[in-house]
């Protein structure tokens, strides 16, 4: 089955450290995208990538960094300039673009906590 | 700037009724799409419907529908027979046009976490 694949699920992060967030996904999209989550609150876009060795930043992309080296993946790393990492993380993809209706496909999800 | 506005922040409502969740947008395109996602408590989001800004029709998935007035700028979603599955957080999002970089974005709003009772 196609579809989205964050690892790992819960992630530890001491003070001063970067971590990284997996995210792959086999549905051939060119676009993905990485989410934080804030309890009880909505998404916010941190960065997105439309095709590989290319990305953008979204809304509240400082503290964070990643790269898109296979179309595949599109790996997150929060790093410790990210003073308040704490939260839900979801990667999505979907197609780059056309007129079809195409919704977002999401992962599971990675609950990064400082330690 | 493009908006998503979900005013109801809790909602409940008995097994079997319906219930119509609330979603107002604010956009200048004239070519958007708008999505409702459920997000059970285990985090996942899954998709539930789509409107695209040019259907004449309201769209309907199973026992969701959806209530799109685009003079109002409305896009509420009506789920029929309320099942205690249905207990989750919903997110209303739109897609904004790909203007500089060619790759769709979608804004969403802060949810309503809905508790349906037995």
């Known amino acids: 089955d196609g579809g989205i694949t964050q690892s790992p699920k819960y992630l530890f992060r001491k003070e001063g450290q970067n971590v990284t967030l997996s995210c792959e996904q086999n549905l051939n999209h060119d676009a993905m995208y990485w989410y934080r989550q804030d309890p009880g609150q909505g998404l916010r876009l941190i960065y997105y990538s439309q095709i590989v060795n290319d990305f953008q930043k979204g809304d509240i992309a400082e503290g964070y960094s990643v790269s898109r080296e296979k179309k595949e993946s599109f790996p997150l790393t929060v790093t410790s300039a990210q003073k308040n990492p704490t939260a839900f993380y979801l990667c999505?993809?979907?197609?780059?673009?056309?007129?079809?209706?195409?919704?977002?496909?999401f992962g599971d999800g990675t609950r990064l906590s400082i330690l | 700037a493009q908006k998503i506005t979900q005013t109801q922040p809790g909602m409940f409502v008995q097994e079997k009724e319906a219930v119509t969740l609330d979603c107002t947008y604010d956009t200048s395109d004239q070519s958007y799409g708008l999505f409702w996602y459920k997000q059970p408590s285990s985090g996942e989001m899954i998709f539930l419907i789509y409107?695209?800004?040019?259907?004449?029709q309201n769209a309907t998935e199973g026992r969701y529908s959806l209530n799109f007035q685009k003079a109002r700028k409305s896009a509420n979603l009506v789920i029929s027979a309320s099942q205690l599955g249905d207990s989750a957080m919903y997110f209303c999002?739109?897609?904004?046009?790909?203007?500089?970089?060619?790759?769709?974005?979608?804004?969403f709003g802060t949810g309503t976490r809905l508790k349906v009772l037995a």
């Open positions: 999505a993809s979907s197609t780059a673009g056309g007129p079809s209706a195409q919704p977002q496909h």
């Open positions: 409107q695209g800004s040019y259907d004449e």
């Open positions: 999002a739109m897609r904004e046009a790909p203007y500089t970089s060619g790759t769709y974005k979608y804004i």
